[in-house]
């Protein structure tokens, strides 16, 4: 009781010798920062853009992958799936399921950090030329992220809440959806305005991974071609594949998913991933919430070891992704198996996939344990795997970056662009014959008699180039036909047990914590889903 009293009347004296002098209580911390200050150099201003870059590997972003390969029909689930994303793949989710909730917070978690990066280099005005001409650069770079970002967004939600500017949060918390049209003409503008200030290329290798001239081109030109903007789409298209820009597809189509696919020519914008030797920079389960927090500046991904037959094995390819690969050969109509499918997946031989793995083990090869009796149809990822190297891998350690947009994808949107203005002649045929070719596939002598016979070989390539790559569900989406082709798929598809895909399934459920928290948003969302 002696203590309470003698505390009480320390504080009663304290409060009445400031009474008059106030200012003495609004201390500045000497160890905290300054958001009107800190950003004030070069190193601060490239640590916020850094920091908006690291996104692309916090919770939502870094195994999106998974999302989108079985929302695509491209990947199954295991029994070892279990949770949230057993519903996923099983086409049985709601609201409530959190993967849809954390992709949301990230996306939008990428675009403030890019409205700070913008709002902090424009007030920045540096004397020093060199400064100056960083300032636009990462004014560039936090404008393409932004647009990265929303393109997710409009293309996962559609009407989204569309927030441009830092300063606006401080009198908006509740920001109401936008419509998609307002959202896609706003990445049309942010990218538009970043491409002059952005680099061709950086000059050192510490800078691989950042946002380029061309990656906001073909950003760019992805926007305009999901808007069915054909003819601006084919104009910026076009730019990348002539001076100033040197890209090409690589010699090796193997080589865009190993651990040294960080120099391909064929690469425009990548997630660098790292740690094929070395954890000490962090926790290697980093990716399962530690990202800036207990799991230090860990920058692998799970991707092989999520998919690996040897490790957590929690995805087959699908026996119709696998089936795809069989078809008429383009010259002569004779059964025929595309050279892709060795790339793609482990099977058997009949199915064109990869046999063997360890080729470059000390132990020697090791024949793929293929089991012809296994209800799921025994097909294993080998796209983004390593088991050429290691015949397991102990751990979530792959440094292999993924491909976010590469050449091969600008040829055949490039294609696209033209087939949908009616040209199926000479050049989108020279376009998709292009990437068949690299990878040792047979070229087509035409694209049939018509729009819908091109777009049917166009179809099939983006289906087979990209296998895995995460881009099968949203093109399904964007031409119209995700339901049906999905549906007939999964029909027959040995071992699913699923929901079918419905109309409400083109776009992602509003998540609940969102619809919770924001009523501008809640209001808006009909049936509970969107």
């Known amino acids: 009781m002696k203590k309470i009293v003698i505390y009480t009347l320390a504080i009663s004296i304290l409060a009445g010798s400031t009474a008059c002098k106030k200012s003495l209580l609004d201390l500045k911390s000497q160890s905290g920062y300054d958001f009107g200050t800190y950003f004030a150099s070069d190193a601060a201003m490239n640590q916020a853009v850094i920091a908006t870059y690291a996104v692309l590997l916090h919770n939502g972003l870094n195994q999106d992958y998974v999302l989108y390969d079985f929302l695509g029909d491209e990947a199954k689930r295991t029994t070892n799936v279990q949770g949230d994303m057993q519903l996923v793949g099983d086409y049985n989710f709601g609201p409530s399921v959190s993967v849809f909730g954390t992709l949301w917070n990230t996306l939008y978690r990428m675009a403030f950090r890019a409205n700070v990066v913008i709002d902090r280099a424009t007030a920045w005005n540096p004397s020093a030329t060199a400064d100056q001409q960083h300032a636009k650069q990462y004014i560039a770079e936090a404008r393409f992220l932004r647009s990265y970002a929303y393109f997710k967004i409009v293309n996962c939600w559609g009407a989204a809440p569309l927030i441009t500017a830092y300063d606006s949060l401080r009198t908006n918390k509740y920001f109401p959806r936008s419509p998609a049209t307002a959202i896609w003409s706003f990445i049309e503008s942010d990218l538009s305005a970043a491409i ?11 800078n691989l991974g950042r946002a380029t001239r061309g990656a906001a081109v073909a950003l760019l030109g992805k926007t305009y071609l999901y808007e069915k903007k054909w003819a601006q789409a084919q104009a910026t298209f076009e730019q990348l594949t002539q001076a100033p820009y040197t890209y090409d597809l690589d010699p090796s189509y193997d080589h865009l998913f190993s651990i040294t696919n960080q120099f391909s020519v064929e690469n425009i914008f990548q997630v660098m991933n790292g740690g094929w030797t070395d954890w000490s920079i962090g926790n290697q389960y980093f990716m399962f919430g530690g990202q800036e927090t207990w799991g230090g500046k860990a920058t692998h991904t799970d991707r092989a070891q999520s998919y690996g037959f040897k490790d957590w094995f929690n995805a087959y390819v699908t026996t119709a992704a696998v089936n795809a690969f069989h078809y008429p050969n383009p010259v002569g109509g004779a059964p025929y198996v595309d050279p892709r499918a060795y790339s793609t997946f482990y099977g058997d031989k009949p199915s064109g996939g990869d ?14 344990p293929f089991n012809a009796a296994d209800t799921q149809g ?3 990822w080998r796209k983004y795997e390593y088991y050429d190297l290691v015949p397991s891998y102990g751990g979530p350690q792959s440094p292999i970056n993924m491909q976010l947009i590469r050449f091969a994808d600008v040829l055949l949107m490039l294609a696209e662009a033209h087939i949908q203005q009616g040209d199926i002649g000479s ?3 020279g376009l998709i014959n292009r990437v068949r070719q690299r990878a040792g596939a ?3 002598p035409d694209l049939g008699a018509d729009q819908t016979a091109a777009m049917a070989i166009l179809i099939r390539e983006r289906r087979l180039e ?6 099968r569900y949203f093109d399904l989406i964007r031409w119209g036909i995700a339901k049906q082709t999905i549906n007939s798929e999964r029909a027959v598809e040995p071992g699913y047990r699923n929901q079918p895909f419905q109309d409400k399934h083109v776009l992602f459920p509003i998540p609940d914590f969102e619809k919770n928290y924001n009523p501008n948003v809640a209001k808006d969302v009909a049936n509970g889903w969107n």
């Open 196 to 206: 002059p200030d952005l680099p061709l290329s950086y000059d050192t290798a510490t």
């Open 355 to 368: 046999t063997v793995y360890c080729e470059h083990c000390s132990t020697g090869k090791i024949t793929y």
């Open 378 to 380: 025994d097909y294993s």
């Open 427 to 429: 050049v989108p045929l």
């Open 442 to 444: 047979v070229a087509y």
């Open 466 to 471: 990209f296998c895995g790559e995460q881009s």
